[in-house]
């Protein structure tokens, strides 16, 4: 298994700023993945990051909103920018073990006002 | 394409009842991951079980058992004698090596009453 950590936990920000969220793995993985989950709502795979490569993203996220870093194999982050109430979400950060067996970060409780 | 789904959106018993939680795939790959996962209130994702689509045996762990069956495309999850602390929601996946992505259904959420 994998160990996640996910900074901030939780933050409340306004309306037209930007809030960058770190996920550190206690083991070096290849692809780190980055999810978001609204309210009530399921998970939806926002990009795939691989260390020495740009960022996968998925349909509907464009790096100009969700630039990602990943600069070693056990670290990353994602920024959302230029925030909107519609970006208050859990954000989650994943990794996936050798087996296939995928674990993820504690989450960041992103509220925007 | 992938999708899973979760046709119980919430399902409510009582302590110590018996629960199943239904889960429906669709993948094109013969060779696939699933996975069941809890999201209890606090919002961490914890790993249940993963099972690939070549072992198709069913499994148990305590309370939690699993029914896998590839000719249904199902993998059921059933929770014996449930307990408050299984309140939460909780989400399957599956997996393909062909997309490298996890496709989750939308979640079903159980509350266990006292």
């Known amino acids: 298994s994998a160990v996640i950590s996910q900074k901030p936990s939780r933050d409340i920000c306004q309306r037209g700023t930007s809030l960058t969220i770190q996920c550190q793995v206690d083991?070096?993985?290849?692809?780190m993945f980055w999810y978001r989950q609204q309210p009530g709502q399921s998970l939806t795979l926002i990009a795939t990051?691989?260390?020495?490569?740009?960022?996968?993203?998925e349909s509907g996220f464009v790096i100009d909103k969700f630039p990602i870093s990943r600069p070693n194999l056990t670290f990353s982050t994602l920024t959302v920018s230029n925030m909107s109430p519609e970006d208050s979400s859990i954000y989650l950060c994943?990794?996936?073990?050798?087996?296939?067996?995928?674990?993820f970060g504690p989450g960041t409780r992103l509220t925007v006002t | 394409a992938q999708k899973v789904t979760q046709a119980q959106t919430e399902i409510s018993v009582v302590e110590k009842e018996d629960v199943t939680l239904d889960c429906v795939y669709e993948?094109?790959?013969?060779?696939?991951?699933l996975f069941w996962y809890k999201q209890p209130p606090s919002g961490e994702l914890v790993f249940l079980i993963r099972?690939?689509?070549?072992?198709?045996q069913n499994e148990i762990s305590g309370r939690y058992s699993w029914n896998f069956q590839k000719s249904t495309s199902s993998f059921n999850f059933t929770i014996t004698a449930s307990q408050v602390v299984d309140s939460a929601v909780y989400f399957c996946?599956?997996?393909?090596?062909?997309?490298?992505?996890?496709?989750f259904g939308t979640g079903t959420r159980l509350k266990v009453l006292a």
């Open positions: 083991s070096q993985v290849t692809m």
């Open positions: 099972r690939n689509s070549f072992d198709e």
């Open positions: 990051a691989n260390q020495g490569s740009e960022a996968t993203y």
């Open positions: 994943s990794v996936v073990s050798g087996n296939s067996e995928q674990y």
């Open positions: 996946a599956v997996f393909t090596s062909g997309t490298y992505k996890y496709i």
């Open positions: 993948t094109r790959d013969t060779t696939y991951y």
